[in-house]
Each structure stands twice: as C-alpha cells, then as structure tokens.
C-alpha cells in the first residue's frame, strides 16, 4: 500500500499501512488531454489520485523533444471507499469526462493491478511496466487478436515488445506484442 504526500497523491510505498478504510482503485475517464488538470481538482478535492506516466518523443518543427504524458491516454485512478467518501463530485470535476460505472456504482479495478502499476512506478511518477514483467511468467493478452489469451513470457526487449509463448493449435507459438497489451495473470 503506498501512503499519500501532503495533496493526497501517491507518493511512496509504505509497508501495513492500514487506514481503516475499505479503498478500492477505480478509473476514470478524462477529457482529451486533461489528465493532469483532472487529476490537480481531484486533488483539491481531498481524492487519492494516481496518474502514471510515460516519457516520449516529440517531433515538431525539427526540434526533438522529450517530454511526460499519460501512459494510458484519457484515464487516471482514484482510490475510493464508496462507503464514506462522496464520489459523485468526481463526475462533475474539471477535466473529468466520467468516473467508470455501472448500474449506477463505480467499477473497481482489479485487485492488484492499480497496486502492480504503483510497485513499478518510479519517484517522478514515471510507469517501468519492465520491471514487473520477467521472462517465464504467466502473462494475459489484453488487447488484439489474442486478447484473453494466456500465455508465457519468453523474452523482454526494451524498445518496447515481448515475446510471448501463445498454445495455439496444440504447439507453443511466439508472438511479439508490445507491454501495454500484457498483464500478470495468476
């Protein structure tokens, strides 16, 4: 579990760390673009906040430059005890599009994946998704042709791809996928 600096974001892990609340990850939807604005009024707002981030190159008008973004383009996460917090705010923050729902009750994420994420986050917020992935793993195809496949992670390249043993028609077949399209699976 990680423990929230002075405006609530997720700042370092913290061992037991236990608040007594029932706080789940959910995500949410921003508008195009707005991710860090969405997640400065979450939190002025007094929510828990995670944004993970990537770095990428820009090309423009012959300057390279780097610079941080989303790693997922349109979402962030708050934690959440639906109990006890008002939630419904979250709809009507700048920058928010809308908190993921269904039936009328935010959606959770998965147990363990926000978490998997915060473990391979480093101090300025950037996502090494490598460091959790390892060769010989279980892992889950999320997006694709091969999406919901189970698979074993053969090779991890740094540009960007695995390489992943897929059963198909009886045989191991390696197939290359990029990292985002993967998870731990159990």
């Not at 990537?54 to 979402?75: L, N």
């Not at 705010?89 to 978490?115: H, K, Q």
């Not at 992935?133 to 791809?161: M, T």
Request: hydrophobic share 40%.
């Amino acid at each position: 579990m990680l423990i929230a600096d002075t405006r609530n974001s997720v700042s370092e892990p913290l061992e037991g760390f236990d608040d007594g609340w029932n706080a789940r990850w959910y995500a949410v939807q921003t508008r195009q673009h707005s991710e860090d604005m969405a997640e400065r009024h979450l939190l002025a707002q007094d929510f828990r906040t995670y944004l993970p981030k990537r770095k990428r190159t820009v090309r423009h008008a012959r300057r390279i430059t780097t610079v941080c973004s989303a790693y997922f383009d349109g979402y962030l996460f708050v934690s959440l005890d639906i109990q006890k917090q008002r939630w419904p705010a979250i709809n009507s923050t700048i920058g928010v599009r809308r908190l993921l729902m269904s039936d009328g009750a935010p959606i959770p994420a998965p147990t363990g994946v926000v978490e998997a994420f915060l473990l391979s986050t480093d101090k300025d917020g950037i996502l090494h998704p490598e460091r959790s992935l390892q060769s010989g793993q279980k892992v889950r195809v999320l997006h694709g042709p091969f999406a919901d496949q189970l698979g074993i992670l053969d090779h991890v390249d740094r540009v960007g791809a695995v390489r992943v043993l897929l059963q198909i028609m009886n045989r191991s077949v390696p197939v290359y996928i990029d990292r985002e399209k993967l998870t731990q699976s159990a």
